[in-house]
């Protein structure tokens, strides 16, 4: 089933189409944004302005085409704050109607900040964390509070990009008098709803919308000089945004259409919304913010399927997002999931039982048993040189829950199970920071050998030991078939680790009973 969502925003109007998998994930087949403006003027006027007006119902007949194209069985479309608020709004939902045959459903605030939490709640790892959502839009902010299974606290405030900008009329620079006026109109609106947020109690902020990826990804490029391939799952603290408000207010129009990071058709509001998302994460005492790339149009989708009966929370063993992107990823490259398992298992035993040795985390850990589910996805291009399929493939699937760090390394830990080891000549490798490239030898090292381990695909090994001295590992491997097979090709491929911890490596079963 392939379904679409308009989300006639303030500040744009966005477009997602995806088909919903037999095992129920949405797999994001087209998403489109047009930043319509149509609340410009509306909270001066009450009136949506015609050039606004005639525009999005352009775009929105755009979208429709798109949909029918993609032979959508429902378009969700539900319409914010601008239309909202606007005396016409009436007009422009029944001039959509007409032209397309689509009637929008006007959300409250609440049920704005409802839908996006469903969204985030799927695209960010929540945990057992308890956590704020904040999304900036053209005319509202939503603030909302829950977990993994229930929402606490949603709050709609009459704050927005193009609200603000009504308000300093449209000025393109803030003087000093303006911008006071304003921090204290933000205050004076937000004040009270954040300090219910400090009550309900959250340990961590997660911001969606347009304006604060926008935001997250300037300070990013600002503070560190790199680009980020995606947003979602990135942190970006309040000292950084900060500093780049601070930047930003003191700018003229052109200026910040050449700060990087920042489109040009955000320039005109985007130091207001900086000022607006600072002052935000100060009241609520957040010291930093996770970027999110979900929002209201993933969360119409999902409740729609919701309503029908038909729950998107696809659970993995672990009921872990992470945990549950690997799987999906896995699946769909038609990888061997319990093989993977038991490859993972091996590797497990070996991180731990080495760990004395390599001193490396529980987050690598982690990394190491997701690599091992997913190195082998390459096979469904080709074999020759799947291995560099499986990193191409990995770094380019927007894993759920992982940053863009996380992800590189997922890429080349399955680069390097297998063939060459990693080498300072090659050139991705080469960038990588010493700490990353001490990880990368030793975890591939690590699921070199539980892959020779498992080379008959039958599970033959069932555990194994680790002894070593200064100078030497002695790996014993235990089952109860005969792992001749096994032992040999984990032999072959053991120089990877042996460099990593620099030490012999010998892998043998127990003697003198041969399994």
């Given at each position: ?26 797999k ?5 944004k ?40 429902e ?22 109607a007409?032209?397309?045959?689509l ?21 960010i ?28 606290f ?6 927005g990009?193009?609200?603000?900008l ?11 008098t303006d911008a ?15 300090k219910?947020?400090?009550?309900e ?6 911001g ?12 990013h ?5 790199s680009?980020l ?14 500093k780049l408000?601070?930047k ?19 320039a005109?509001?985007?130091h ?6 600072v ?45 549950r992107?690997?799987?999906?990823l896995a ?12 490859v993972?298992h ?11 040795l390599?001193?490396?985390d529980?987050?690598?850990k982690e ?26 493939i ?7 829950g ?8 997922l890429g080349?830990?399955a680069?390097?199970h297998r ?54 590992i ?10 001749d ?29 041969h399994?």
């Amino acid at each position: 089933m392939n379904l679409a969502a308009i989300d006639i925003g303030t500040n744009s109007i966005h477009l997602v189409i995806a088909e919903v998998t037999q095992r129920g994930n949405l797999k994001v087949l087209i998403d489109e944004k047009e930043m319509v403006k149509l609340g410009v003027g509306v909270f001066a006027t009450n009136q949506l302005s015609q050039e606004a007006f005639e525009r999005g119902i352009a775009v929105i007949q755009r979208y429709v085409q798109l949909a029918d194209q993609f032979g959508v069985d429902e378009i969700i479309t539900a319409a914010t704050s601008a239309t909202r608020e606007a005396k016409n709004g009436g007009e422009f939902l029944d001039a959509l109607a007409r032209e397309t045959g689509l009637t929008p459903h006007v959300i409250s605030g609440k049920e704005e900040a409802r839908l996006i939490f469903l969204a985030v709640r799927r695209a960010i790892a929540f945990g057992n964390e308890k956590v704020l959502v904040l999304d900036i839009g053209g005319g509202s902010t939503e603030a909302t509070v829950g977990d993994q299974e229930n929402i606490y606290f949603k709050k709609s405030i009459k704050l927005g990009v193009l609200r603000l900008l009504d308000m300093a009329g449209g000025k393109e620079t803030l003087t000093k008098t303006d911008a006071t006026e304003l921090l204290g109109h933000i205050k004076l609106a937000a004040e009270e709803v954040m300090k219910e947020v400090l009550t309900e109690g959250f340990t961590k902020v997660i911001g969606t919308s347009g304006t604060i990826r926008a935001l997250g990804e300037a300070a990013h490029l600002a503070g560190k000089g790199s680009s980020l391939d995606t947003v979602n799952a990135e942190v970006v603290s309040t000292k950084e945004l900060s500093k780049l408000s601070k930047k930003l207010l003191k700018m003229t129009l052109e200026e910040r259409e050449k700060v990087p990071g920042i489109s040009s058709n955000r320039a005109d509001a985007i130091h207001l919304g900086s000022m607006l998302l600072v002052n935000l994460l100060e009241m609520a005492q957040a010291s930093e913010i996770t970027l999110c790339d979900a929002s209201l149009r993933e969360g119409l989708i999902l409740d729609y399927l919701d309503s029908l009966g038909r729950k998107q929370t696809i659970l993995g063993p672990e009921g872990n997002l992470r945990y549950r992107s690997v799987l999906h990823l896995a699946l769909r490259y038609q990888s061997d999931i319990e093989q993977k398992k038991h490859v993972a298992h091996l590797s497990l035993q070996l991180y731990d039982q080495l760990q004395q040795l390599h001193g490396l985390d529980d987050a690598a850990k982690e990394l190491l048993e997701f690599a091992c589910m997913i190195f082998e996805v390459g096979h469904f291009i080709g074999f020759p040189k799947y291995h560099k399929h499986s990193r191409y493939i990995i770094s380019n699937s927007r894993l759920r829950g992982f940053t863009n760090e996380e992800i590189t390394l997922l890429g080349h830990l399955a680069r390097y199970h297998r063939k060459s080891g990693p080498k300072k000549r090659h050139s991705k490798f080469k960038k990588m920071t010493k700490a990353q490239k001490y990880l990368v030898r030793t975890l591939s090292g690590i699921m070199r050998i539980a892959i020779g381990l498992d080379k008959t695909k039958n599970q033959w090994v069932d555990s194994l030991s680790c002894k070593w001295t200064a100078e030497h590992i002695a790996i014993t491997v235990k089952g109860e078939e005969n792992p001749d097979l096994e032992i040999w090709d984990a032999m072959r491929h053991r120089f990877v680790l042996e460099k990593a911890l620099k030490r012999e490596i010998t892998i043998a079963a127990p003697d003198p009973v041969h399994l």
